[in-house]
Structure formats: structure tokens, C-alpha cells
């Protein structure tokens, strides 16, 4: 449970373009109302990465999370993000467009041309903006449960700015490596020899207790169909909130624990 008067923090999963799952989620949960004004006071939340791709309105997401942005701050509280490896493809076939194989990817990977046609210059600047990691109340957040982050920087500055330098150029070798690096997952399962072990090493560098992430459907890990909390997992060192909402999940909020 969390302190007295202190803020909930609070972590949501993979939206993959599933505008109407979000907002029933919040609904559930409280924090938005009817007329889905922001209604969670102080509360701080972060969404996981991958709002694109696979459901039909990646533009409607980011446009309802760049509203509540907005609305929290005035409420006291805070509406953060994290890159996922589907923004940074969107955002490729949005600039090199046939170059690099980037446009088919996309489309391959479940891009829906409704997003491409309806995007603005204030989303994209703020989809290049967002963090690829954080440290918040002691635990380390990033979209994808891999390790490749290490080839970025030795702290969380310094991953989020070489990335963000991609973002930046127009290096389609760097795009190019960047996204196929995003196709590691599962890195820290105990199935897998040395994930224990990994995702100690990786929190030792970044820092934090307990590494939080999406990227890897919970459905991919459990027998479950519709996730409706959290997988912990690797002796507590690892959160999975990807719920799966392209897969039939309806989602779910994961609320820390201190």
C-alpha cells in the first residue's frame, strides 16, 4: 500500500492503438470521467510505450495521453511516457517513407494508414521526446524487457539522448539497428539461462530494485487470455504490464508497491 498523501503512481501497459480499451480502462479505474476529463487528482502514471499499430486509432491514443498530460500537471499530478519500439518505427516510415524498407515494416508490423494521414507536427515532436528509460520511486522503466539499452550509455541520460539523437538524424543504418535491436524480448525469465542473472546485472547499472516493462504480452508468458494484473517474475526483480490489449485483453493498471 502507499503512504498517506501520497500520490498513487500507477504503470499502464501496451496500447497498440486501442483508443476505446483505454478509456473504458480509466473509466474503471477512476481516473478520467464521463466526459473523459482527467479525474485522478495527484496521481502520476506512466504509460509503457507501443501506443501504435495493430488497433485502428494510435493518433486518438497519443491525442487522449497528450490531454490528460496537460490536465494532471494543472490537477497536481503527472502523465508520463515511454518510447516504445513502435513509435520509433512509425516514426520512420513517417520520414524515410519507402527508404530503408521502413514503410513496409510498418505495415507489416500492423501500421494503419489512418495514423500516417492524421499526424501532426505536435505529435511527432512529441513522440521524438519521450524517454527510452526512467528511475522513478526506485524502479527502472523501459519498454522492452532486453538489454540492448547497454549499447547506448552506461546511465539513463545518457541512453535517452543517444536514442533521442537517432530521432534527430537521418542515419537510416542507425534506425535500421535500433529497431532490430527492439526484436529482443524475454531477456529476464528464469526459463531462459542467465535471465536472473541479466536483469540483476541490469538493474546494478541503471539502478533501481525492480525493472517495470511492456513489449512482451503477458499472454506470451502465463496461459492467461486477459491479464488483469501484473506478472512478477525473476525473484520479484521484474513487472510485466503489457496486458496484451491487441490480443484480447482488456488491460489493467498496475498500482506500485513500495
Known amino acids: 500500500m502507499t503512504e498517506p498523501n501520497t500520490p498513487p503512481l500507477i504503470f499502464i501497459g501496451d496500447i497498440h492503438g486501442q483508443r476505446d480499451k483505454l478509456v473504458a480502462l480509466l473509466l474503471r479505474e477512476g481516473l478520467i470521467r464521463d466526459d473523459l476529463v482527467w479525474n485522478g487528482g495527484e496521481a502520476q502514471v506512466w504509460f509503457m510505450g507501443d501506443f501504435f499499430d495493430r488497433g485502428e486509432d494510435g493518433i486518438g491514443v497519443v491525442e487522449l495521453i497528450m490531454r490528460w498530460q496537460r490536465e494532471a500537471g494543472t490537477a497536481g499530478g503527472s502523465i ?37 494521414e492524421l499526424i501532426r507536427k505536435q505529435h511527432l515532436a512529441w513522440l521524438r521526446n519521450l524517454p527510452a528509460m526512467a528511475l ?61 542473472i541479466r ?18 504480452p503477458i499472454q506470451y508468458l502465463s496461459d ?17 504490464v503489457d ?16
Not at 516510415?93 to 495514423?115: K, M, P, T, V, Y
Open 136 to 196: 522513478v520511486a526506485n524502479r527502472l522503466l523501459i519498454h522492452a524487457d532486453a538489454i540492448f539499452y547497454r549499447d547506448y550509455g552506461a546511465t539513463i541520460p545518457a541512453v535517452n539522448e543517444a536514442i533521442a539523437a537517432i530521432l534527430r538524424n537521418d542515419d537510416i543504418g542507425a534506425w535500421t539497428r535500433l529497431l532490430d535491436q527492439f526484436s529482443e524480448r524475454m531477456t529476464f525469465t528464469p526459463s531462459r539461462a542467465e535471465g536472473i
Open 80 to 116: 508520463n511516457a515511454l518510447l516504445g519500439n513502435h513509435e520509433i518505427l512509425f516514426l520512420a516510415a513517417q520520414r524515410f517513407h519507402d527508404e530503408g524498407g521502413f514503410f513496409a515494416a510498418w505495415r507489416r508490423n500492423g501500421g494503419q494508414l489512418r495514423d500516417m
Open 243 to 258: 496486458g496484451g490489449m491487441y490480443l484480447g485483453g482488456s488491460g489493467f493498471v498496475h498500482r506500485l508497491s513500495p
Open 199 to 216: 536483469a540483476s546485472e541490469f538493474l546494478r547499472r541503471y539502478g533501481g530494485r525492480q525493472i517495470i516493462h511492456g513489449h512482451t
Open 224 to 240: 492467461q487470455l486477459d491479464p488483469q494484473a501484473a506478472l512478477v517474475y525473476s525473484i520479484n526483480l521484474c513487472v510485466d
